[in-house]
């Protein structure tokens, strides 16, 4: 049987405990909880009951949060380990977002997590004298809250549609996480939804 994992977004899951809500570590495999939460900058524990599951759930994590390389299980004996990532500093004035929005609802639940700016370790590529940001948009606008000036970043694959998003939000004035727009998690779901469906429909008849 093909394994169905779902991740969870929203925050008040009794299922969960609310750090790994937060941290956005929260699935459903198979219909059952499943649990990853950090724990340091490279480690994080898995909690579920098949263990059998879990390289395909950690695999999937990993798809989100390629700096994670060690997981345990809950009494702390090393499950998978992945080759150490290589993580740098970048000035938030280098970074080039490949988003428009950012949840306000999601950005106070991120900022419960975020204690020093070594907490937010977001995938970028290169782009000439910047890095363009693949994900972690919301711990970026976390970072400017807290007047982080740097954060920590790694390199990820490529994505082609990176560069399209990225040029639409150079259409939109968007060269820093400064110029992210900040709406309502209502907002952030009718317009970022709508952007998204309207760009892959578009691409879809070229």
Request: aromatic share 12%; glycine share 6%; net charge negative.
């Amino acid at each position: 049987m093909e394994t169905d994992i779902q991740r969870i977004d929203r925050y008040d899951d009794g299922r969960f405990s609310k750090n790994v809500l937060y941290q956005h570590g929260a699935f459903l495999v198979n219909g059952k909880p499943y649990e990853i939460e950090v724990i340091d900058r490279c480690s994080a524990v898995v909690r579920g009951e098949d263990v059998s599951l879990y390289p395909e759930l950690i695999d999937m994590f990993r798809f989100y949060a390629g700096h994670i390389t060690r997981f345990v299980d809950k009494n702390g004996a090393i499950l998978l380990k992945f080759p150490p990532v290589d993580i740098f500093i970048v000035g938030l004035d280098k970074i080039q977002p490949s988003q428009f929005y950012v949840d306000k609802s999601k950005l106070e639940a991120v900022k419960t997590f975020i204690h020093r700016p070594e907490d937010i370790v977001i995938p970028v590529i290169s782009d000439g004298d910047i890095f363009i940001s693949l994900d972690g948009h919301t711990r970026l606008a976390a970072a400017m809250d807290f007047r982080y000036k740097e954060v920590c970043a790694f390199i990820s694959e490529d994505s082609g549609n990176i560069h399209g998003f990225v040029s639409e939000a150079r259409k939109r004035g968007i060269g820093t996480p400064y110029d992210m727009k900040r709406v309502s998690h209502d907002e952030y779901e009718v317009l970022w939804d709508k952007f998204c469906d309207d760009y892959f429909e578009k691409e879809g008849q070229i």
